[in-house]
């Protein structure tokens, strides 16, 4: 077990995060999205201590994040629809699902043996701070233990990964809170793999239907240790509630019904349950519309028998 030290993002974090993935180890950064644990995606060594740290399984391919549009394509092959997307999305929280190219130096076990890479370029300041740091492109899935809760602060990584990994570079709650919308851009057109922040009016493809392409795409995913039970306007005596709109619950996603509000709290609200005194957690209804689509995603994979 090692000593896992949380620095405040700045200069002194960056530097350190910048030394530890030089020497092939992973540390946990903030994106806009969510923490991610970040690593070498050329450095197979330091992608297996990702997977390591998270117990995540090998058939479940990483995000690669880079710092633009021009280091996508040295890993990629960018067709015009892929390279439209970027210029309108990019920096931000749209993932692309694309070909690899011939020669890319990532690492065979950031795609887990596809013959597609997931790529995108974040807009946080410290995640971008830290890809020019490192001069690296960097794998970095969500920076929790696998099929756990996505971290959107620091205490939460601490929670999950304490321990198992030596630094977390805290800059607070993320702006998002939910993981990147992911889009598989091929000859068939785009297809959505996991719904996100970016509403592309795309229909999503089904938790565990077909092969594993991206994130996210396990049947059971973002799972607290309890057993969860949707679409809830009363909870029964041994159930922590999380309310929405005018059902106030145990603790609310939001009291005016705003879904955007409602993304950015969902995984607080759900550790919040998990570390309650019930043994059993409940939600009440979302509407299924914009970023809802993208809320109630995360909580199905997390109501999944498991």
């Given amino acids: ?52 740290a998270k117990g995540r399984p090998a058939f479940n ?71 020019a740091a490192t001069g690296k492109p960097l794998a970095a899935p ?9 971290a959107t602060r620091a205490e939460h990584v601490l929670a999950s990964l304490g321990g198992r990994i030596e630094l977390i570079v805290d800059d607070g709650p993320t702006a998002h809170g939910l993981e990147s919308t992911i889009v598989a851009v091929g000859r068939d057109g785009l297809r959505l793999l996991r719904p996100g922040p970016i509403d592309l009016g795309l229909s999503s493809v089904g938790a565990g239907a077909g092969p594993i392409e991206a994130p996210g795409q396990l049947a059971s995913h973002y799972a607290p240790a309890k ?21 106030l619950g145990d603790a609310t996603l939001s009291g005016s019904g705003d879904l955007v509000e409602a993304a950015a709290a969902l995984f607080d609200r759900l550790h919040e349950a998990e570390r309650g005194d019930c043994p059993r957690i409940a939600v009440a209804p979302i509407p299924d519309s914009g970023i809802g689509a993208a809320i109630n995603d995360r909580l199905r994979r997390a109501a999944a028998p498991r």
Avoid: C, K
């Avoid at 030089?22 to 970040?38: D, K, M, Q, S, W």
């Avoid at 969500?142 to 996505?150: V, Y």
């Fill in 1 to 52: 077990m090692v000593q896992t030290q949380v620095l405040p993002y700045g200069p002194e974090a960056i530097a350190a995060a910048a030394r530890l993935i030089r020497e092939g180890l992973p540390v946990a950064i903030p994106t806009e999205t969510v923490y991610g644990l970040a690593a070498d995606a050329t450095d197979g060594a330091a992608v297996a201590r990702i997977y390591e």
């Fill in 61 to 131: 391919p990483l995000i690669v994040h880079v710092r633009d549009l021009d280091q996508a394509m040295a890993l990629a092959e960018v067709d015009a629809a892929a390279r439209s997307l970027a210029e309108l999305y990019w920096p931000g929280p749209l993932t692309l699902v694309l070909p690899v190219r011939d020669g890319s130096p990532v690492a065979s076990l950031v795609t887990a043996g596809l013959p597609t890479i997931a790529i995108r370029a974040p807009s946080h300041p410290a995640m971008r701070d830290l890809l």
């Fill in 142 to 150: 969500s920076a929790n233990a696998s099929g756990r809760i996505s």
């Fill in 227 to 247: 057993p969860v039970r949707l679409d809830v306007t009363a909870a029964a005596t041994d159930e922590w509630l999380i309310g929405f709109g005018e059902v």
